[in-house]
């Protein structure tokens, strides 16, 4: 087991049931290829709720987590669309997505910009200029109005993913 802190993280000041979540326009990676796509066009598209999932570096212990419970999860299959943010590079996501055999689009964010707008940005152990997503996960209407949202108040921290579920509307 990997020996580390559990560290409370600042309150978040992210978007709410009820509010509208901000749009943007980022590298949408797959297995095997990457172009910019706006997230606004994405949920319009979509057959259902846009759920969006934020993890830190796509690499990392919390980002494969995340990434495998929702491959086991079969959220591919259960939900509108399930895309990503993180941090990481449009050649890493796609390397990650090939080796986990991940079947979701995840858009690269190396500036952490749409993490710092969804205000679940946090910096990286005292590192300056550093920061990258906390996990977070928002259900959105195809008019990118929140519908649910889970946002950890901790690091490491992972939702219950059957209460989630619930109330992400993927039962």
């Given at each position: 087991m990997v020996d580390?802190?559990?560290v409370e993280l600042a309150e978040a000041d992210h978007p709410r049931p009820g509010d509208n979540a901000p749009d943007f326009t980022r590298p949408l990676v797959?297995?095997?290829?990457?172009?910019d796509r706006t997230l606004s066009t994405l949920a319009s598209e979509a057959?259902?709720?846009t759920i969006l999932v934020f993890t830190p570096m796509i690499g990392s212990f919390v980002g494969k987590y995340v990434w495998d419970e929702l491959r086991d999860r079969d959220w591919d299959e259960r939900a509108g669309r399930v895309?990503?943010?993180t941090i990481s590079t449009p050649y890493a996501i796609t390397r990650f997505l090939e080796d986990e055999d991940c079947p979701f689009a995840v858009?690269?964010?190396?500036?952490?910009?749409v993490a710092e707008t969804y205000g679940v940005a946090h910096d990286l152990d005292d590192m300056n200029g550093l920061s990258e997503p906390r996990p977070a996960f928002f259900a959105l209407e195809s008019d990118l109005s929140v519908q649910a949202a889970w946002v950890a108040s901790?690091?490491?921290e992972f939702p219950d993913y059957d209460d989630l579920e619930g109330d992400l509307g993927l039962e």
């Open positions: 580390f802190d559990v797959t297995d095997e290829f990457w172009e057959d259902g709720p895309i990503g943010v858009f690269s964010d190396p500036t952490n910009a901790e690091w490491p």
